[in-house]
């Protein structure tokens, strides 16, 4: 049957064709076209009538939806860019930004594409980590984790850019963490207990050295000259690879390790770098009767730059040189470390002047 409409795209009205039949003892009433728009006529309404009672041509309804199922499938959701991003890159903190996907990003963003995304889901987000009781540093790594993977997705054109600017949380990180000399005596004795082949030589290497957990992780057997006396770091935190002084302190852990085949000093279980410790190195801690707080690893490299910059016998250029900061700025944290090692040097200098002046008014009784 049909029914009279006003004809698209012209005057007048036009037939628009329906069509009505039984299947799987269920009726159906569909329309097939419009009379001019989509040349339709009664013939080709029985026919596509036939066609439908057979199940040999799909009804428009079913059409669209596999016409959107298929477009689903070339969207490049969030998931999927996040996906794509990890196969193509060489990512140092891989696990990291995997677990905090999944953990954070996956449900609300996994299947959005970003234009999707409004500045009330990423604040929905924002307030539900923060109610989870996690750090300012943790909802901003998750929100910078997002803003890249969008941005790299816009890079290599794949998807349109957020329609906003992601604000991210202020964090202050600046934590200088130290230990007493009575810890410090309790933590070598707790690694030297310690039966794990691994963990307590790779804190010793954090202490000695001050590198940061995933350079020691990547450190590799060629990037180490005995002979002269240098550790390669390649690809810092800082940027370009850098060369730090092999101590003797790091030169006799590292001459204790059985090397075998291993390319990597610290291998993981497959031959390639290790990627966690966190559950030795914490026994260790723990065993030490450390504060919970205190990072087993990175806190022993502020640990580190404490004992050096404190000794008043290291200025902050070279301290900056020996951590692979970027920037002094990054290294001013010590700086009060420094100025009370000077300060109590000049103290030093000015009860010594004291006491050579006492030493000459002595007036001697019997000579006067």
Same mark, same amino acid.
């Given at each position: ?25 269920? $009726?159906?009433?569909?329309?097939? &076209?419009?009379?001019?728009?989509? !040349?339709?006529? %009664? ?11 057979? @199940? ?22 969030? @998931? ?7 196969? $193509? ?59 890249? =993977?969008?941005?790299?997705?816009? !890079? ?39 039966? +794990? ?12 050295? @001050?590198?940061?957990? /995933? ?23 800082? /940027?370009?690879?850098?060369?730090? %002084?092999?101590?003797? &302190? ?6 204790? =390790?059985?090397? &075998?085949?291993?390319?990597? $000093?610290?291998?993981?279980? !497959? @031959?390639?770098?290790?990627? !966690?410790? +966190?559950?030795? $190195? ?19 490299? +502020? ?32 700086? +009060? ?32």
């Amino acid at each position: 049957y049909y029914r009279l409409v006003n004809r698209q795209g012209g005057k007048g009205q036009e037939k628009v064709y329906y069509i009505v039949f039984k299947r799987a003892g269920k $009726v159906l009433e569909e329309k097939v &076209g419009y009379q001019f728009k989509d !040349d339709m006529t %009664p013939a080709r309404a029985s026919r596509i009538r036939a066609m439908r009672i057979e @199940g040999r041509v799909k009804s428009r309804k079913e059409k669209r939806e596999e016409a959107e199922k298929e477009k689903q499938k070339i969207r490049w959701t969030v @998931g999927r860019l996040f996906r794509e991003y990890l196969s $193509v890159k060489n990512i140092k903190g891989r696990v990291q930004d995997e677990n905090r996907f999944k953990n954070y990003l996956q449900e609300p963003f996994g299947k959005k594409i970003p234009s999707q995304i409004a500045p009330l889901d990423v604040d929905r987000l924002r307030k539900r980590m923060e109610k989870a009781g996690k750090s300012p540093q943790t909802i901003k790594l998750t929100l910078a984790l997002l803003r890249r =993977i969008v941005n790299w997705g816009v !890079d290599s054109r794949l998807c349109e850019p957020l329609k906003f600017k992601i604000k991210m949380p202020k964090v202050n990180n600046e934590r200088t963490e130290d230990l007493t000399p009575e810890q410090l005596q309790a933590l070598l004795k707790a690694i030297e207990e310690d039966a +794990h082949p691994v963990a307590g030589k790779v804190m010793l290497m954090a202490l000695y050295t @001050g590198m940061r957990r /995933g350079e020691i992780f990547r450190l590799r057997w060629q990037d180490i000259d005995f002979e002269k006396g240098f550790i390669r770091i390649r690809n810092p935190k800082g /940027g370009k690879d850098q060369s730090i %002084p092999l101590n003797d &302190g790091a030169r006799s852990i590292l001459e204790s =390790i059985y090397r &075998g085949r291993n390319e990597y $000093v610290f291998p993981g279980r !497959d @031959g390639g770098p290790r990627t !966690d410790i +966190h559950h030795q $190195v914490n026994r260790i801690r723990d065993r030490a009767g450390l504060p919970k707080d205190f990072r087993a690893m990175h806190g022993l490299r +502020h640990v580190c730059a404490s004992m050096l910059a404190s000794s008043g016998q290291v200025d902050l250029y070279t301290l900056q040189k020996l951590l692979t900061h970027k920037s002094p700025q990054m290294t001013q944290r010590y700086a +009060h470390l420094r100025d009370e090692a000077l300060k109590e040097a000049s103290e030093l200098a000015g009860r010594l002047v004291k006491g050579s002046l006492a030493r000459s008014n002595v007036i001697s009784l019997r000579r006067g």
